[in-house]
């Protein structure tokens, strides 16, 4: 288990290199110039270049690269001029609008997505189960946006039971949550559906059904532990997805959190605030990634062990 987790803490800080060393040339890369973005078009050309002196944009790439991985390294990500204070400082404000609404989403996706995997899964090629293939495969075909627009010209403004955007209540937060667990439903059914089915041809189930236990009995209390080793693998990686899915979503609801900082962010050339949340939503990632392997090892005694 030590060795594990000692592997995946490498992983992570090989992954964080990376995310920040392409979100480095990524941001670099875009057109247009971040200082005259921030004074203007029309403003005086020393005015531009001490700007670009002061954020470091006259030196080379390589040296504004190693300054970089420097700053990162000691945990500071750079000033944001455009807001005037720390770009981490603004990222952590947003955070947790963004996790209220990332965890709401991921609640209602796994409870919603392993009811009907459970349901699909215990009788397959039946009705039921053809009918969670066909709205699962609807999910994910339609653009989270999409979604997010038609849950509006529903409920808000033809029902007029929700509000549209906007925070302050628990009821600014239903629509943005279900628009983002929409296509995480669709994932989860569709493998616990695959897993219960193939688990429920094992031997040990076909020995539970004899010792004359009711089907719901056998599903939930034999099938399920053990098919839930991949739905675990997927919503721990899949949680990491939904919070920088999150961006699309927020914008659409006009709700507070790291999306709209992030747009804002990349239309001022702000490259303070986009690496720092670039940054934190890979840690966010290798946190769950670990997390989700660390609850794998306890439900299969093979990784536990050192069997596989």
Not at 60 to 68: P, T
Not at 147 to 171: D, E, K, N, Y
Not at 173 to 193: D, N
């Amino acid at each position: 288990m030590i060795r594990m987790i000692v592997q995946r803490l490498l992983i992570g800080v090989f992954v964080m290199w990376g995310a920040a060393s392409l979100i480095f040339l990524i941001v670099r890369a875009a057109p247009g110039d971040p200082a005259t973005v921030l004074l203007g078009p029309d403003a005086d050309r020393g005015r531009i270049d001490e700007l670009r002196a002061t954020l470091g944009l006259d030196r080379s790439l390589g040296a504004q690269y190693l300054s970089y991985l420097g700053d990162v390294s000691r945990l500071d990500f750079g000033e944001s001029h455009r807001l005037g204070r720390p770009a981490m400082d603004a990222v952590l404000d947003r955070l947790p609008a963004t996790i209220d609404l990332t965890l709401t989403a991921t609640a209602i996706a796994v409870i919603v997505g392993l009811t009907l995997g459970l349901l699909a899964g215990g009788r397959p090629g039946g009705p039921l189960d053809r009918v969670v293939s066909a709205c699962t495969i609807a999910l994910q075909s339609f653009p989270t946006f999409w979604i997010g627009i038609m849950l509006v010209l529903v409920f808000a403004l033809g029902l007029r039971l929700l509000p549209s955007s906007g925070v302050g209540t628990p009821q600014h937060l239903v629509l943005p949550a279900v628009t983002l667990s929409f296509p995480f439903i669709a994932i989860i059914a569709r493998l616990t559906r695959t897993s219960i089915a193939e688990t429920m041809r094992e031997g040990y189930v076909r020995t539970a059904r004899s010792k004359g236990l009711t089907e719901r009995q056998v599903l939930v209390g034999h099938a399920l532990r053990n098919s839930l080793i991949p739905v675990v693998t997927v919503v721990g990686v899949q949680v990491g997805a939904l919070v920088g899915g999150a961006v699309i979503v927020e914008n659409v609801f006009a709700w507070p959190g790291l999306g709209s900082l992030v747009v804002d962010a990349v239309a001022n050339r702000d490259y303070a605030v986009v690496q720092g949340v670039t940054l934190l939503i890979a840690g966010i990632v290798v946190v769950l990634n670990l997390m989700a392997d660390l609850l794998i090892a306890q439900l299969d005694p093979r990784i536990r062990t050192g069997a596989v």
